[in-house]
């Protein structure tokens, strides 16, 4: 049985990971990433305090939030790094398979770009892509959800609220997000919700050939209309629609995931081996 531990226990992936893991042929250890409240104490999640000795002999650390001090100091086994923004620094999880021999530490990789990756086993020929990412603020976890409501209190009370926890006004706001660097013809739009992504993409067949989907991947489920931002947030699933034009050279495809549970939960429990156990 593999031996784990979560650090950040108390964060909303924190939880949700802990709760994917109990399911499984896993031993997991919740750890705060300092001293619980009482609150935290008496909760439906029973937790630990960060000791280090609590991490001797275990054969894997996830990272829901950033550790206390010291709190990784004495401990040298595999680390795998799953907070909203990881440790750029380590080695990114494989697309596919386990966990890579060899690796001491990786991190998550972006939902949207597991995403992208997943295009050619979708759709048959495809050429050009282009389209827009509708973003909400659940890829930050409770720092996402805390700081929605608190500009969601403040814009109905009448103040300008406070973006120094997001970094961006969100409520009530759609916001449009320049093109970042590697995404190509890809506008990233964020939305006053908090679950459900949701990628609506412009695709081309590739020259002298008809676009037409495929049988879909693990994880992968297509549907008989277009994925609703509810309808993600509550799937584990990757959600898919496609509807192609007559002569199937274009085509819209609308994609719905949840980034922590499609994008996180999924890939760790895949490279631990625990997927389908």
């Known amino acids: 049985m593999l031996k784990l531990a979560v650090i950040g226990a108390q964060t909303l992936l924190g939880r949700e990971l802990v709760g994917a893991l109990e399911t499984q042929e896993a031993s997991v250890v ?89 295009l050619p086993a979708l ?20 720092r996402g959800l805390d700081g929605l409501i608190e500009q969601s209190v403040a814009v109905l009370q009448g103040e300008d609220p406070d973006t120094t926890r997001l970094g961006y006004r969100q409520a009530f706001e759609v916001v449009p997000v320049p093109a970042l660097a590697g995404k190509g013809r890809l506008l990233e739009v964020r939305v006053p919700v908090f679950h459900g992504d949701l990628l609506i993409l412009h695709l081309r067949a590739a020259e002298g050939q008809r676009l037409a989907r495929k049988e879909p991947p693990e994880g992968v489920r297509w549907t008989q209309a277009p994925p609703s931002s509810r309808e993600v947030a509550v799937s584990s699933d990757l959600l898919a629609y496609l509807e192609a034009s007559g002569d199937g050279q274009s085509a819209t495809l609308t994609l719905g995931f949840d980034p922590i549970l499609w994008g996180v939960m999924r890939p760790a429990l895949r490279v631990l081996g625990l997927l389908g156990a």
């Open 30 to 118: 919740p750890l705060s990433t300092g001293p619980l409240t009482l609150e935290e104490e008496e909760g439906d999640l029973v937790m630990f305090a960060p000791d280090p000795a609590l991490l001797e002999g275990l054969d894997v650390v996830l990272l829901a939030d950033a550790p206390g001090p010291g709190q990784l100091d004495t401990y040298h086994g595999r680390l795998l790094d799953l907070r909203p923004e990881p440790d750029l620094k380590l080695e990114p999880m494989p697309l596919a398979g386990g966990w890579p021999p060899g690796a001491g530490a990786l991190r998550v990789r972006p939902a949207l770009e597991q995403v992208l990756t997943l």
């Open 123 to 142: 759709v048959e020929h495809l050429g050009e892509v282009a389209g827009t990412h509708l973003r909400p603020v659940a890829w930050l976890g409770d």
